[in-house]
């Protein structure tokens, strides 16, 4: 019965099935990256700009999104922010995905004392809780943009390993790896050509989630008050700068929660609608 | 208790041990990074060349990292966690009476959030495909999604906004009655069990739907069974080890979400200490707090995979 | 109405990935008397196990019973309410699954399971349940009837579990029972006490019963009549003397040619058979830790020595965990051997293929059971194909594409199929494949390693003549490791018998009535035979069988 109710809501194009949900999702996550590259050339102000006489301004013409604590135009505070939420977050998944995946395939193949180690040392790292992780390091070298991007990549690795690794052990087990391993070819050829496009799917999606992590984890990091530092303000610094909006229920205070929250649950819907091939056999 | 699950308990702990030096010498590492000289920090700017150089002896800065960090685990086995720079108190005495209120928080949160998500995770799975399965899983995806304070601020808008029932802000010292205590309490708990239940009903939900496909169910089901009894006297005791592992894995969010949650409503425990000693760099305060966490965290998986590995039939 | 089981015209759907449904049982109708034994035969796809489960009115997730009548004494399976069908299940119909072991809950005792069932329907007190229970494990000839019941399901041996399995739906005396493939993942020793068994308590019963099967030598035994499926339709219905004797379908037909035995011509290459093209000598392997002399604990190859000449071929059979497939291992150097030499065309190999030279890799081919796990899913044939040309000959694109086609040929496949992917290919489609990749290194020696096992029988022997023929054209030397003696009959020219890790006989196939070791004897006597009459009259030497037989 589910699984007709899923099929009715699936379109097909170019031999793959869509579902709306997922288009959707899709279209949310291109306008926030098209947002974050183009926002300096369409804000309305410039984000320092006292524009308002009144603070926690509501919404109206010409200031589309109320003003902030200050008076600030949101619309623009929120279109800068987006740029800093997900560029940051974006190049941090990168670092964290690449390097992971990369030592996870390696270790998987490798096997021995090597993989060992690293297992041993990436599972360590991995039960110190995300958080508390980032508030030490910020708390130690400070946060600058590289400092908050190498940080969140750097406690993002070892989940990256974890993941990688397990799919890889799984893959190394086939026996398509014993034929390679016999054929006499190397490691390089092992992992990128027989492992990475038996894992690249799920690799993907978990590159997808990990993103929604690192959003989260940045966004709770600033809102603190430890993430980026003033005068740039990513969401989360946002959310914390007009707090005191809350009590008024003010747009200041809820616009940038709902853009965290249209990012990370787009992310997530698109990773559990992904367009799926249609490959049937010619039954 | 046969040898062999002897063996893999004895051989989980001891990683366990491992697990836990590597993460003391990760947080002492972490925290010695500190840019500044800790010496001039504490001592202010007008302090003489002299007297900084003295302090630092006095501190021992100038031996090498790995002695600082054996002489700092030598004193933590002494119950010595150092003193504060920032108002040279003993770190045991400022963690003693805020560590008892985090715990509280835990704890009741634990206690209503585990129940909780069980039924939902486990009900959701047996009902799988029908509208309640479906807005389960919807809200638990849109709780995962969104961060820790938004959740807070959501509920603090519904509940002392819009509803005005409880205050937004929590103080343990003004709790005289009961009344007082469940809205001092009823904030910070209501916001933790969202972001825990949420995970740990997805988590369950995919463990009991895991073992619902396996042919011994389909036997079950073969011999007659009703899906209660598939479900509650196959799927579940099989699916034990995987929904331990989730709800260990769900309430070592409690420290991310304790973070959040105590600064928001100004609650007084541990991670509001932390976040306090992070702004002020307060060294050994941030070490102290930062090890009890990952005490805890380390703690909760390593109970989970000693059940998990208990629970498994096949080692009986 | 007069049968117990009358099925009309029975459709079923099934959906594909991508949401498309296709009939996988196209009108289906079958009649089963009371007592009688009927088995459903075909290979896989062909629906059998689909019809099967479908008395029971039941369809595995993704399937729907979408037309016709399941009559099942006298009521309509196909038209009840999930809750009347719960009722008969388990109770007038009760199943027998293709892996005991995996259908034992393994958190629940071995007794909990098996009286299971008149709990759920309350047929009878627990007390009196159990007592039924140990003397149908008696019955059934288990060892310890009285205190096997208290154990779990992994503290039980396969061939054990399938008969508990058949006690477990016997308890409650079905009218019905329905065995799925039931001896099809046990050894040939095992399958006989196994179908000894089921034979002697159907039989005593008077239960009817379906025995799904792949195997028409199996099904002789202990069917009545026999039903023929394919592709979701019945070919054929027959008694089983007539499918037997006078089959009028060709499918069926083809079936029983696959039981005919094909003697290998002798060799009539004077060149071949003079020299030794593999050599290796009191060869030890295993697993866990090493002791002292620098052998591990547990042997799962001990002290084995073979010669394979050129353009001749080798049959290595035995059990499962007689060693067989470490000893293919060993030889390939994936599993290095802990003592012993293995000598390749003139020169002593390492015992790592890590430290083999290319060339020596390159002249020995090794080729998998599992086409399935052999083949990289993320590649499309020509890539997996071209992949040793490159490696091993360095050919340039063009010469590698033209190659291809040759090797496509030479194992009988449309050069269309280069771009496709493993997952869209046919089992034997893929076998083929796989047998492709080592025929592109050019080697001299290909190891076989079950590689007709996971196949139907009709396509295992095309494969094996497949094999034969290239051989005769490339002048190759196989190794062919096999449970299944009637494919290593029809393709070697020697046989060894491996038992616990030991070559117990060396013999060739003209000799194998004459085999002289208790353990060989033991082993081609189980081998089922098309006549019916076979597991009747088999008589087997119990101290033998308690020597050498795996329960």
Known sequence: MTIARAASSRRS???????????????????WTLIAIFAPYIIPHSIGDIVDDDYFGPMRQGLWLGSDYLGRDMLSRVLMGARYTVGISLAAVSIACFSGVMLGMIAAVTGGWLDTCLSRFLDAMNSIPSKLFGLVVVAAVGSSIPALILTLAVIYIPGAYRFARALAVNINTMDFMTVARVRG????????????????????ADFGLRFVFIVLLLSGLSFLGLGLQPPLADWGALVRENIGALPFAAPAVIVPSLAIASLTISVNLLIDNLPQKIRDRDA | MTSGVLNLVLKRLAIAVVTLLIVLFAVFFATSMLPGDTASILLGQAATPEAVAGLRDAMHLNDPAILRFLRWLLGLLHGDLGTSYANEMPVAALIGGRFVNTMKLAGITTLL??????????????????????????????????????????????????????????????????????????????????????????????????TLSTPYVEMAL???????????????????????????????????????????????????????????????????????FCLGYLFLITVADIIAIMSNPRLR | MSNLVEVRNLKIEAKTDAGRLVEIIKDVSLDIADGEIVALIGESGSGKTTVALSLMGYARPGCRITGGEINVSGRNMAALSEKERAKSRGTDIAYVPQSAAAAFNPSSTIMEQVIEVTRIHKL????????????????????????????????????QLQRLAAAMALISDPKLVIFDEPTTALDVTTQIDVLKAFKSVMRAGGVAGVYVSHDLAVVAQIADRIVVLKGGEVQETGTTAQILSAARHPYTRELLAAFE??????????????????????????????????????????????VVEKGRNLGVIGESGCGKSTLARVIAGIHPAAAGDIVFDGRELERTARKRSQEQLREMQIVFQY?????????????????????????????RSKRVDELLDMVRLPRTLRYRHPSELSGGQKQRVNFARALAAHPKLIICDEITSALDTVV???????????????????????????????????????????????????????????????????????????????????ELVSRYGHR
């Open chain 1, 13 to 31: 194009f170019l031999g793959h099935s869509y579902s709306l949900v997922g288009v959707v999702a899709a279209l949310v996550i291109l306008a």
């Open chain 1, 185 to 204: 070819e190397s490691i390089a050829y092992l992992i990128g050509s027989e492992i990475l496009p038996n894992i690249i799917r799920p690799v993907l």
């Open chain 2, 113 to 210: 959030s585990v129940p909780l998500a069980l039924t939902l995770g486990i009900t959701a799975a047996m009902l799988r495909g029908s509208l309640y399965d479906r807005t389960v899983t919807i809200v638990s995806i849109g709780v995962i999604s969104v961060p820790e304070f938004m959740v807070a601020t959501l509920a603090v808008l519904l509940f002392a906004v819009y509803l005005k029932w409880l205050p937004a802000l929590s103080s343990v010292n003004e709790a005289h009655s009961l009344t007082d205590l469940v809205r001092i309490y009823a904030m910070p708990v209501i916001t933790l069990t969202f972001v825990i239940s949420a995970q740990m009903i997805r988590m369950t939900r995919a463990a009991v739907i895991e």
């Open chain 2, 222 to 292: 073969l011999k007659g069974a009703s899906r209660s009894r598939m479900v509650l006297r196959h799927a579940l005791p099989n699916a034990l080890g995987p929904i331990v592992n989730a709800v260990a894995l769900s309430l070592s969010y409690l420290v991310g979400g304790v973070i959040i949650v105590e600064t928001i409503f100004n609650y007084p425990g541990i991670a509001k200490l932390m976040v306090d000693a992070v702004a002020t760099r307060d060294l050994p305060l941030i070490q102290s707090c930062a090890m009890i």
């Open chain 3, 124 to 159: 009878m007190p627990p007390e009196q349940a159990r007592k039924r229970a140990v003397e149908l494990f008696k019955a059934l000839s288990l060892p310890d009837p009285e205190g096997i019941g208290a154990r779990y399901p992994h503290q039980v041996s396969g061939g």
């Open chain 3, 261 to 306: 035995p094909k003697p290998r011509q002798a060799h009539a290459d004077a060149d071949a058979g003079t020299k030794p093209l593999l050599r290796i000598d009191n060869v030890t392997a295993g697993y866990g830790a090493v002791r002292a002399d620098g052998l591990p604990v547990i042997r799962a190859v001990n002290s084995v020595s073979l």
């Open chain 3, 371 to 399: 086409a399935d796990t052999a083949l990289n899913p993320a590649k499309p044939v020509e890539d997996i194909i071209s992949r040793p040309l490159a490696f091993y000959h360095r050919l340039d694109r063009q010469a």
């Open chain 3, 460 to 542: 295992a022997s095309a494969v094996i003549e497949l094999l034969k023929e290239l051989q005769r054209e490339l002048g190759l030397s196989y190794i062919f490791i096999s449970h299944d003696l009637s494919v290593v009959e029809a393709i070697c020219d020697e046989i060894m018998v491996m038992y616990n890790g030991e070559r117990v006989e060396l013999i060739t196939p003209d000799k194998v009535k004459a085999s002289t070791h208790p353990y060989s004897k033991l082993l081609f006597s189980s081998v089922p035979k098309l006549d019916p009459t076979w597991l009747d009259g088999l008589v087997r030497d119990p």
